[in-house]
T-cell receptor, first 112, second 112 residues
Protein backbone atom coordinates (compact mmCIF):
# COMPACT_ATOMS: atom_id res chain seq x y z
CA UNK A 1 0.00 0.00 0.00
CA UNK A 2 1.45 3.35 -1.01
CA UNK A 3 1.81 5.88 1.77
CA UNK A 4 0.87 9.53 1.94
CA UNK A 5 2.75 11.50 -0.69
CA UNK A 6 3.81 15.13 -0.29
CA UNK A 7 5.70 17.57 -2.43
CA UNK A 8 7.93 19.42 -2.43
CA UNK A 9 10.07 17.97 0.35
CA UNK A 10 11.96 21.20 0.92
CA UNK A 11 11.22 24.81 0.11
CA UNK A 12 13.10 28.02 0.83
CA UNK A 13 11.34 31.33 0.20
CA UNK A 14 11.68 34.92 1.25
CA UNK A 15 9.15 36.54 3.54
CA UNK A 16 6.11 37.97 1.80
CA UNK A 17 6.40 35.39 -1.00
CA UNK A 18 3.78 32.71 -1.54
CA UNK A 19 4.17 28.95 -1.44
CA UNK A 20 1.99 25.90 -2.03
CA UNK A 21 2.24 22.34 -0.80
CA UNK A 22 0.60 19.27 -2.27
CA UNK A 23 -0.62 16.08 -0.60
CA UNK A 24 -1.95 12.83 -1.99
CA UNK A 25 -3.47 10.67 0.78
CA UNK A 26 -3.62 6.90 1.00
CA UNK A 27 -6.25 5.59 -1.38
CA UNK A 28 -9.63 5.23 0.27
CA UNK A 29 -8.85 7.42 3.27
CA UNK A 30 -11.72 9.85 3.71
CA UNK A 31 -10.06 12.08 6.28
CA UNK A 32 -7.10 14.32 5.49
CA UNK A 33 -5.19 16.55 7.88
CA UNK A 34 -2.61 19.29 7.55
CA UNK A 35 -0.33 19.84 10.53
CA UNK A 36 2.35 22.42 11.24
CA UNK A 37 5.34 21.21 13.27
CA UNK A 38 7.73 23.88 14.50
CA UNK A 39 11.16 22.64 15.58
CA UNK A 40 11.05 21.23 19.10
CA UNK A 41 7.25 21.12 19.23
CA UNK A 42 4.58 18.56 18.53
CA UNK A 43 2.43 18.78 15.40
CA UNK A 44 -0.38 21.32 15.50
CA UNK A 45 -3.53 20.69 13.47
CA UNK A 46 -4.18 23.40 10.89
CA UNK A 47 -7.13 21.90 9.03
CA UNK A 48 -9.06 18.64 8.80
CA UNK A 49 -11.09 17.51 5.79
CA UNK A 50 -13.68 14.77 5.67
CA UNK A 51 -14.02 13.96 1.99
CA UNK A 52 -14.51 17.40 0.38
CA UNK A 53 -15.71 19.19 3.46
CA UNK A 54 -13.83 21.05 6.18
CA UNK A 55 -14.34 19.55 9.64
CA UNK A 56 -12.03 21.82 11.63
CA UNK A 57 -10.00 24.84 10.54
CA UNK A 58 -10.05 26.67 13.86
CA UNK A 59 -6.25 26.94 14.04
CA UNK A 60 -5.67 27.91 10.41
CA UNK A 61 -4.48 31.55 10.10
CA UNK A 62 -7.04 32.36 7.47
CA UNK A 63 -5.60 35.77 6.64
CA UNK A 64 -2.63 34.05 5.02
CA UNK A 65 -3.26 30.30 4.85
CA UNK A 66 -5.74 28.52 2.62
CA UNK A 67 -6.37 24.88 1.85
CA UNK A 68 -8.57 22.88 -0.44
CA UNK A 69 -9.23 19.25 -1.14
CA UNK A 70 -10.06 18.54 -4.73
CA UNK A 71 -12.71 15.87 -5.41
CA UNK A 72 -12.14 14.44 -1.96
CA UNK A 73 -8.65 13.18 -2.82
CA UNK A 74 -5.59 15.44 -3.26
CA UNK A 75 -5.14 18.54 -1.20
CA UNK A 76 -3.13 21.75 -1.42
CA UNK A 77 -2.10 24.11 1.36
CA UNK A 78 -1.09 27.64 0.43
CA UNK A 79 0.60 30.41 2.36
CA UNK A 80 0.41 33.95 1.02
CA UNK A 81 2.25 36.03 2.13
CA UNK A 82 4.71 34.00 4.18
CA UNK A 83 6.17 35.25 7.44
CA UNK A 84 9.37 34.23 9.20
CA UNK A 85 7.35 32.38 11.87
CA UNK A 86 5.88 30.10 9.21
CA UNK A 87 9.20 28.25 9.03
CA UNK A 88 8.25 24.71 9.99
CA UNK A 89 7.59 21.23 8.68
CA UNK A 90 4.14 20.89 7.14
CA UNK A 91 2.81 17.39 7.58
CA UNK A 92 -0.09 15.88 5.72
CA UNK A 93 -1.83 12.86 7.23
CA UNK A 94 -4.75 10.70 6.20
CA UNK A 95 -6.96 8.36 8.12
CA UNK A 96 -9.42 5.56 7.34
CA UNK A 97 -11.05 6.15 10.70
CA UNK A 98 -10.89 8.78 13.36
CA UNK A 99 -7.49 9.34 14.92
CA UNK A 100 -5.67 6.44 13.28
CA UNK A 101 -3.48 8.78 11.28
CA UNK A 102 -0.79 7.98 8.73
CA UNK A 103 1.66 10.80 8.14
CA UNK A 104 3.42 11.76 4.94
CA UNK A 105 7.14 12.65 4.86
CA UNK A 106 6.44 16.37 5.30
CA UNK A 107 7.58 19.55 3.59
CA UNK A 108 10.28 21.53 5.34
CA UNK A 109 9.67 25.25 4.76
CA UNK A 110 12.29 27.87 5.50
CA UNK A 111 11.25 31.51 5.27
CA UNK A 112 14.16 33.95 5.13
CA UNK B 1 -2.18 24.38 31.68
CA UNK B 2 -1.35 22.95 28.26
CA UNK B 3 -3.77 20.30 27.09
CA UNK B 4 -1.07 17.63 26.73
CA UNK B 5 2.31 18.08 28.41
CA UNK B 6 5.55 16.14 28.18
CA UNK B 7 9.06 16.72 29.44
CA UNK B 8 11.12 17.60 26.40
CA UNK B 9 14.16 15.72 27.69
CA UNK B 10 16.50 14.54 26.47
CA UNK B 11 16.07 11.31 28.39
CA UNK B 12 19.18 9.17 28.22
CA UNK B 13 19.17 5.48 29.16
CA UNK B 14 21.73 2.71 28.66
CA UNK B 15 21.06 -0.07 26.21
CA UNK B 16 18.96 -2.82 27.79
CA UNK B 17 17.39 -0.55 30.42
CA UNK B 18 13.73 0.44 30.75
CA UNK B 19 12.87 3.85 29.32
CA UNK B 20 9.91 5.58 30.95
CA UNK B 21 8.20 8.41 29.07
CA UNK B 22 5.49 10.44 30.73
CA UNK B 23 2.62 12.65 29.71
CA UNK B 24 -0.02 14.59 31.64
CA UNK B 25 -3.25 16.02 30.28
CA UNK B 26 -5.89 18.58 31.13
CA UNK B 27 -9.63 18.15 31.70
CA UNK B 28 -10.31 19.18 28.08
CA UNK B 29 -8.64 16.04 26.76
CA UNK B 30 -10.64 12.85 26.41
CA UNK B 31 -9.26 9.67 27.84
CA UNK B 32 -8.05 8.09 24.61
CA UNK B 33 -4.34 8.42 23.99
CA UNK B 34 -1.79 7.68 21.35
CA UNK B 35 1.99 7.37 21.38
CA UNK B 36 3.84 8.29 18.22
CA UNK B 37 7.54 7.81 17.52
CA UNK B 38 9.36 10.36 15.38
CA UNK B 39 12.90 9.75 14.19
CA UNK B 40 14.96 12.84 13.45
CA UNK B 41 13.93 14.33 10.13
CA UNK B 42 11.10 11.84 9.69
CA UNK B 43 7.35 11.94 10.20
CA UNK B 44 5.51 10.55 13.24
CA UNK B 45 4.41 6.91 13.26
CA UNK B 46 1.83 5.42 15.61
CA UNK B 47 3.21 2.81 17.99
CA UNK B 48 0.56 2.45 20.70
CA UNK B 49 -2.95 3.54 21.58
CA UNK B 50 -4.72 3.19 24.92
CA UNK B 51 -8.34 3.86 25.70
CA UNK B 52 -9.01 2.40 29.14
CA UNK B 53 -7.47 2.67 32.58
CA UNK B 54 -4.57 0.35 33.25
CA UNK B 55 -1.81 -1.18 31.16
CA UNK B 56 -1.60 -2.26 27.53
CA UNK B 57 1.36 -4.26 26.32
CA UNK B 58 2.68 -4.72 22.78
CA UNK B 59 6.04 -6.43 22.53
CA UNK B 60 8.64 -4.32 24.34
CA UNK B 61 6.20 -1.44 24.72
CA UNK B 62 3.71 -0.91 27.55
CA UNK B 63 1.31 2.02 27.66
CA UNK B 64 -0.19 2.97 31.01
CA UNK B 65 -3.21 5.19 31.61
CA UNK B 66 -4.16 6.56 35.02
CA UNK B 67 -7.35 8.57 34.63
CA UNK B 68 -7.51 9.66 38.26
CA UNK B 69 -4.10 11.30 38.01
CA UNK B 70 -4.55 12.36 34.34
CA UNK B 71 -1.31 10.66 33.51
CA UNK B 72 -0.19 8.52 30.57
CA UNK B 73 3.12 6.76 30.25
CA UNK B 74 5.04 4.63 27.79
CA UNK B 75 7.55 2.08 29.00
CA UNK B 76 10.12 0.64 26.63
CA UNK B 77 11.76 -2.52 27.95
CA UNK B 78 15.19 -3.70 26.82
CA UNK B 79 15.84 -0.34 25.16
CA UNK B 80 17.87 -0.45 21.97
CA UNK B 81 19.85 2.30 20.22
CA UNK B 82 17.27 2.05 17.42
CA UNK B 83 14.66 3.29 19.92
CA UNK B 84 16.43 6.66 20.00
CA UNK B 85 13.81 9.10 18.74
CA UNK B 86 11.30 11.68 19.92
CA UNK B 87 8.15 10.20 21.43
CA UNK B 88 4.95 12.19 21.06
CA UNK B 89 1.94 11.75 23.31
CA UNK B 90 -1.41 12.74 21.81
CA UNK B 91 -4.93 12.94 23.19
CA UNK B 92 -8.28 13.84 21.68
CA UNK B 93 -10.13 17.10 22.20
CA UNK B 94 -13.73 16.80 21.13
CA UNK B 95 -14.52 20.05 19.42
CA UNK B 96 -15.95 20.20 15.92
CA UNK B 97 -15.70 16.45 15.56
CA UNK B 98 -12.56 15.85 17.55
CA UNK B 99 -8.90 16.36 16.88
CA UNK B 100 -5.57 15.08 18.12
CA UNK B 101 -3.62 17.36 20.42
CA UNK B 102 0.08 16.51 20.63
CA UNK B 103 2.49 17.16 23.43
CA UNK B 104 5.85 18.70 22.59
CA UNK B 105 7.54 15.31 22.57
CA UNK B 106 10.27 13.71 24.69
CA UNK B 107 13.61 13.01 23.06
CA UNK B 108 14.96 9.58 24.03
CA UNK B 109 18.59 8.63 23.59
CA UNK B 110 19.62 5.00 24.15
CA UNK B 111 23.37 4.68 24.65
CA UNK B 112 25.15 1.48 23.59
Amino acid sequence: EAGVAQSPRYKIIEKRQSVAFWCNPISGHATLYWYQQILGQGPKLLIQFQNNGVVDDSQLPKDRFSAERLKGVDSTLKIQPAKLEDSAVYLCASSPENFREYFGPGTRLTVT
Amino acid sequence: QKEVEQNSGPLSVPEGAIASLNCTYSDRVSQSFFWYRQYSGKSPELIMSIYSNGDKEDGRFTAQLNKASQYVSLLIRDSQPSDSATYLCAGIVYNQGGKLIFGQGTELSVKP
